[in-house]
């Protein structure tokens, strides 16, 4: 297992990142993606740490705060010390009926890092990550918020998570001229199959240098290669939550390539998906989530795999995205002067 700079920091991740949206959910949406109790929670995380994965994502909305609550236990029934993971969580979602319960605010914020400490039986949160955009809350109070419970020692690092491009930068802009607590990273939406984020935010990231956190790298098991095109095969959570939303007919294309690739490797196709993300330069740590062990030690097992340069090529012709303006424009403009 590789570890990456997260950002411009000093903080090292596992390139693999365990995400628990599967953790503790009931009948609600969070049931529909996982309702892992702790026995089967704590098995998957030793699994996760045994094999190397020092970073630990959640969030409190995830199953009502149910999935926080379980990865503290988790750590504390596997003695796993404080230092030897990165924990992250994040904050925006609804966590009650008021109006002031939801959202970027000051006090939503204040209140709900609170929540999440007791939540996780820890006193600091390694990375705070603000879950989406608020329209309501001016984007200097969120900023400003942060950077006091990184002063007060709650928090570490800060980092965004499906953020539009200028948004990042107008925040980095007060974060930088307020001199307030940077922002280290964005957690997005990225697959092979899904590379809207190549149009503006990844080039935005590179520039700025803000690292990227993959979430749901297989698309919502669309590319785990349960799925054909004539539907033989549909099972999954797909079928009961249709999300994230992405064009099926490029990602059967896609996933018709890599199964011939996943073949020659006598590997799944889930690998390939995962390998070609570990590949991508921008990607600082990939989100894998699971119901079930073998699930996970697939998912990880997609580190030991290496893409070949022609390979990467083939995946790059088939999932390519359409020009569209203005990168086409600046694509041509600017080939003299890349010359």
Request: net charge negative; proline share 3%.
């Amino acid at each position: 297992m590789r570890m990456r700079q997260l950002g411009r920091s000093g903080l090292f991740v596992s390139e693999l990142c365990l995400g628990t949206m599967t953790f503790g959910g009931t009948d609600d949406m969070w049931g529909k993606i996982g309702q892992l109790r702790q026995q089967d929670a704590d098995e998957l995380v030793k699994i996760a740490v045994d094999s190397g994965i020092n970073f630990i994502d959640t969030a409190n909305v995830y199953a009502g705060g149910g999935s926080e609550t379980i990865l503290g236990q988790s750590l504390k029934n596997l003695n796993i010390a404080r230092q030897d993971v990165v924990i992250a969580t994040k904050v925006l979602g609804p966590m009650g009926e008021s109006p002031n319960a939801r959202g970027a605010s000051r006090g939503h914020i204040f209140n709900q890092i609170k929540a999440s400490l007791q939540r996780l039986q820890t006193d600091y949160v390694d990375l705070y990550q603000i879950h989406g955009f608020d329209a309501a809350t001016p984007i200097t109070e969120t900023l400003e918020a942060l950077d006091a419970l990184v002063r007060q020692g709650w928090v570490r690092y800060i980092g965004l998570s499906n953020w539009a491009a200028w948004q990042v930068v107008k925040a980095v802009g007060i974060t930088e001229a307020r001199q307030l607590a940077p922002i280290l990273s964005l957690q997005a939406y990225y697959t092979v199959a899904g590379r809207d984020l190549e149009r503006e935010v990844i080039p935005m990231l590179q520039s700025e240098e803000i690292g990227l956190m993959v979430w749901s790298p297989l698309a919502g098991g669309f590319l785990s290669g349960k799925y054909d095109r004539d539907g033989r095969n549909a099972e999954g959570r797909r079928v009961e939550f249709d999300f994230p939303p992405l064009d099926k007919d490029r990602a059967y294309d896609v996933i018709e390539v890599m199964r011939g690739m996943a073949d020659e490797r006598q590997c799944s196709v889930a690998q390939i998906a995962l390998s070609w993300l570990l590949h991508q330069k921008a990607v600082s740590s990939v989100i894998v989530g699971a119901k079930q062990v073998q699930q996970l030690q697939d998912n990880i097992a997609a580190t030991s795999i290496t893409l070949t340069s022609q390979e990467l090529a083939r995946l790059d012709d088939v999932s390519r995205l359409p020009a569209e303006y203005p990168g086409w424009m600046l694509e041509r403009q600017g080939e003299y002067r890349n010359q």
